[in-house]
C-alpha cells in the first residue's frame, strides 16, 4: 500500500508533524492512539490503568489490521511503542513507506516533562525512564524504517520539507 507511516519515539512529533503532511499533501490521517481511543470509548492511560500495557499492544496490532483494510494514500502516525512488535513491524510494512521521526532524549524531555498523557512516563524519574526506553527501542526504529529523519531543532516547515524531499527520492 501507498500509506505514509510515522513512527519514533514518544514526543518526536509524530501526532502533529502527521496533522500538518496530511494538510499539506491533502491526504487523510489517522492516529493510532486517536483510533483506539475512539473504538475503545477511553484515553490512553485509562486503557494502560485498566487493562496494562500488554492489552493496549493489541489494540495497536488490531488498529493496523484494520488499516490494511482501509483507504489507501493516508498519513499514519502511530504510538512510540507500536514498532516494538515484530508482527506489527511486519504490518507496516505492509501498509506504506515507513518514516522514522529520530529525536534525542535531552529534546524529548523539554516537551514531555510537564506531560500527563504519557502512561509509561508518570514514574518518579521520567528523565531516566526516557533514556532507557530511547536506547532500548532505537535499533528497532531504525530496522522497521525506509527513513529516517533527524527532527531536533527543526520546525515543522523544515521536517516536513525533508519527508516530501526524501519520499520523491526514493519513488525514482
Ligand atoms: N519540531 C517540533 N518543534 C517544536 N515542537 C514540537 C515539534 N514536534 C513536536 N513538538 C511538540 O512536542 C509535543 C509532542 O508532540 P507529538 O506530536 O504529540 O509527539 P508524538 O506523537 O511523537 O508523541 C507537542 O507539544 C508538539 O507540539
Ligand atoms: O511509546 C509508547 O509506548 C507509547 C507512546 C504513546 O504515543 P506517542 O508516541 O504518540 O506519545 C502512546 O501510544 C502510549 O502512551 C504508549
Ligand atoms: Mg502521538
Known amino acids: 500500500m501507498n500509506n505514509i507511516i510515522l513512527i ?3 514526543g518526536c512529533g509524530k501526532t502533529s508533524v502527521g496533522i500538518r503532511l496530511s494538510y499539506l499533501l491533502k491526504q487523510a490521517m489517522t492516529d493510532t492512539d486517536r483510533m483506539i481511543e475512539k473504538l475503545s470509548s477511553m484515553t490512553v492511560s485509562e486503557i494502560f490503568d485498566k487493562y496494562g500495557e500488554e492489552e493496549f499492544r493489541s489494540l495497536e496490532t ?3 489490521r484494520k488499516l490494511l483494510q482501509e483507504p489507501d ?3 499514519i ?3 512510540g511503542g507500536l514498532p516494538m512488535r515484530s508482527e506489527n513491524r511486519e504490518l507496516l510494512k505492509q501498509l506504506g513507506k515507513v518514516v522514522y521521526l529520530r529525536v534525542t532524549a535531552p529534546t524529548v524531555c523539554e516537551r514531555l516533562s510537564e506531560d500527563m498523557s504519557r502512561p509509561l512516563l508518570q514514574g518518579s524519574n521520567p528523565e531516566e525512564k526516557i533514556r ?3 536506547e532500548k527501542r532505537s535499533p528497532i526504529y531504525e530496522s522497521a524504517a525506509d527513513m529516517v529523519i533527524d527532527v531536533d531543532g527543526k520546525d515543522f516547515d523544515e521536517i516536513l520539507d525533508e519527508i516530501v ?3 520523491e527520492e526514493i519513488k525514482e
Do not use: R, T, W, Y
Request: with cysteine; proline share 0%.
Open 73 to 75: 494514500n493516508q498519513i
Open 165 to 167: 524531499k526524501k519520499m
Open 132 to 134: 532507557e526506553l530511547l
Open 8 to 10: 519514533g519515539f514518544m
Open 77 to 79: 502516525s502511530v504510538g
Open 62 to 64: 488490531d488498529c493496523l
